[in-house]
C-alpha cells in the first residue's frame, strides 16, 4: 500500500511539472520538461529497479550501524575574551 502511494504521488509531482508546458515561455516549458522526465526516472528506475537490486546485493551490508563517535574535545575559553563578551 505504501508503495502504491509513493508512484500515484510522483505522478501527481510529474504531472504539476508537465503543465508548464502550457504557456508561452520556452526556457519554462524546458525546465518543466526535464523537471517532469527527472521524476520519471527516478519513479521508474531508481526506485524500482536500482534501489532494489542494491539492497539485494548488500545483503547483511544494509543494516550495518557504526558505534558511537568519541565526543569533541572541549576548548578552554580563554578569559580575557569571555571578560569583554559580558560586558
Known sequence: ????VGVIAVGFIGFGFT????GP??????GGLGMAVAVLIDATIVRMVL????????????????GRR?????LPVPTRLADEASV
Open 1 to 4: 500500500m505504501a508503495w502504491t
Open 19 to 22: 503543465t508548464s508546458l502550457l
Open 25 to 30: 515561455d520556452v526556457a519554462v516549458k524546458q
Open 51 to 66: 534501489v532494489p537490486a542494491v539492497i539485494e546485493l548488500c545483503g547483511k551490508a544494509n543494516w550495518w550501524m557504526p
Open 70 to 74: 568519541a565526543p569533541k574535545p572541549t
